[in-house]
């Protein structure tokens, strides 16, 4: 698992490079998540295309950096879901609760005018 940071018309994007979510590098995204926040970045794009699977540890790591978001009056996006991540975010309901895109194209012309 890699992360790997960009920035661009005022969005920071974090690509996370693995296909695994979960117990094992949960803490990593976290930790990332909440540095990217602190560091004043005010709208942040999680790119999660190339997971095939997430856990429960991994949605809290999300759930942890949308609440960073907030508290930092920023904004938190989601994109590229494979049919099982989205699953998983329907079936917890957290689809509900973040902004999913299905492209990172898609989701940088949304939070460019945010």
Not at 47 to 73: C, M, P, Q, W, Y
């Amino acid at each position: 698992m890699k992360l790997e940071v960009t920035a661009g018309n005022g969005v920071s994007i974090l690509r996370f490079k693995g296909d695994r979510l979960d117990a094992h590098n949960s803490d990593v995204l976290k930790a990332k998540l909440k540095e990217i926040f602190e560091g004043g970045a005010k709208s942040v794009l999680v790119d999660l295309a190339e997971v095939r699977f997430i856990d429960s540890s991994g949605l809290g790591a999300l759930v942890s950096g949308f609440k960073n978001a907030v508290t930092h009056k920023g904004n938190l996006a989601l994109s590229g879901f494979q049919d099982q991540v989205r699953s998983m975010f329907e079936l917890t309901r957290l689809n509900r609760v973040f902004d999913i895109y299905t492209s990172e194209q898609e989701a940088l012309t949304a939070l460019s005018g945010k």
